[in-house]
Structure formats: C-alpha cells, structure tokens
C-alpha cells in the first residue's frame, strides 16, 4: 500500500507522509490562493491594493510605521481577500480523517534522551 493518499473534492487533498510527520498537500488550495490575490489585485472597481504593490515596489522605505512594515500590511490585506477553507463532504472528511489516523498510527516519535547533558 502506498504512503501517499488523496481525497477529492471540489479541492483535493494529498497526504503524504514521511519519517516523522504527516504531511497535508494543499496544492489545489494554494492556486485557488494565488488566483484570488490576482483576482485583488486586478479589480477594477477597487484598485487600492494594486496601487499599495506598486507602493511597496517603488519605495525604499524600510522602517516600520506604527510597528507594522508596508510589506506586511499589503501581505495582510490580500490574505484577507483569499482562500483559506477547504469544504468536505461529510463522507471526505471521514475519508480524510481515516487516511490521517491510519499514517499517524505508522509513525514512530524518536524516544526522549534519558535527560543527562553530555558533559
């Protein structure tokens, strides 16, 4: 049996997994994402963000203003505007979940040192 799962969906989920983790591949979700920020930042009606891109580009500013740098407001602006849910069925999740459980349950947390520094 392959380590790698899938569940589909209106976004699809891979799972995969590796030595010591579970590893959740949002890649559907991630271009859904990425066409939402396109999406912001082409909007006719509301150009302010594309306008804080081109802010951001242009300057050479670099000092935070009121503790939040330019970079990051914009970073916090298109988040807001994206993505950031992916709907399962109830039949999905249960998919989803049992594919979880049965990879968490193969992997194996290495054991805690028994405390003592090495001197």
């Given amino acids: 049996m392959s380590d790698d799962q899938n ?28 066409g939402d920020m396109v999406d912001a930042l082409l909007d006719p009606e509301d150009t302010s963000l594309w306008d ?36 399962l069925t109830p039949g999905r999740a249960r998919d989803l979940a049992t594919t979880l459980r ?3 349950d193969r992997l194996t947390i290495p054991r805690q040192q028994d405390g003592r520094w090495a001197a």
């Fill in 7 to 34: 569940t589909t969906g209106p976004i699809p989920v891979y799972v995969r997994v590796v030595p010591t983790a579970v590893v959740l591949d949002l890649e559907a979700l991630t271009r859904l994402v990425a």
């Fill in 52 to 87: 804080r891109l081109h802010e951001l580009a242009d300057t050479e500013r670099t000092s935070p203003q009121d503790g939040v740098l330019p970079h990051e407001e914009l970073v916090a602006a298109l988040a807001d505007r994206c993505s950031s849910r992916v709907p």
């Fill in 102 to 104: 049965m990879l968490a």
